[in-house]
């Protein structure tokens, strides 16, 4: 039985190779591709494949957020992330939110397909990378928990809101986005600027930035 997986990269060559690639493997059925972290939750609850490779630093909503969602929202649903970022926040930031492997992409190939594998059934995988810097996290007393991309003063709706505003997105923009009012929106945004006690849009889009909330080299 073929192992149904959902890729989601905002680059669309990198989607579409990577989608070739995994369909080569005799055993892996690529079932939909996604661009974007909302796009990858609709598809994860409406197709419910085994696995979800999942970029972290995406426009719109970030692979973490995009993670968190899926395994709130689609149970049993397993999430790769694959990124090129091997930075602290996005590995515990990613792996706190649920997601059950993680791996960069300059990985050999062969060793994203194992990881794929691993986490289908039911299994943790990181790349030795990653693992190292999980680890070291660990022993500085590092967790989950105390890591400010997860437990920071903003919910997950404000730091859905905070990352458009970052990006540039006119508040109109953001209501359809989030689909929520405009005034919904601004009172996010005032919320979140009482809450960082940051009142400028550059303020905000260097926390987002700092925070892992976005890249800004889409």
């Known amino acids: 039985m073929s192992i149904s997986v959902l890729v989601v990269d905002d680059h669309s060559l990198v989607r579409k190779a990577f989608s070739v690639l995994l369909e080569k493997n005799g055993d892996l059925e690529v079932v939909a591709e996604a ?3 909302r796009e990858a ?30 395994v709130a929202r689609a149970p049993g649903v397993k999430v790769l992330a694959l990124s090129m970022y091997s930075d602290r926040r996005f590995v515990v930031g990613a792996l706190a ?29 990181l790349c030795s990378q990653v693992a190292r810097i999980v680890v070291e996290a660990g022993l500085r007393g590092l ?7 997860i437990c920071g003063v903003l919910s997950p709706r404000e730091r859905q809101t905070l990352q458009p505003i970052a990006e540039g997105k006119s508040t109109k923009e953001i209501a359809s986005i989030l689909g929520v009012s405009v005034k919904t929106v601004e009172s996010h945004r005032l919320r979140i600027m009482h809450k960082l ?5 550059a303020g905000l889009t260097r926390y987002a930035v700092r925070e892992g909330l976005t890249s800004l080299d889409f």
């Open 143 to 149: 967790s989950a928990g105390t890591d400010s991309l």
């Open 97 to 125: 939110a649920g997601a059950s492997g993680y791996v960069l992409k300059d990985c050999a190939f062969e060793e994203v397909i194992r990881a794929v594998h691993v986490v289908e059934a039911g299994n943790v995988y």
């Open 41 to 70: 939750v609709r598809l994860a609850k409406r197709l419910r494949p085994n696995v979800v490779s999942m970029d972290i630093s995406m426009p719109g909503m970030n692979g973490v957020d995009a993670i968190r969602e899926i």
């Open 35 to 37: 661009q974007d972290g």
């Open 197 to 201: 006690n940051i009142y400028s849009i």
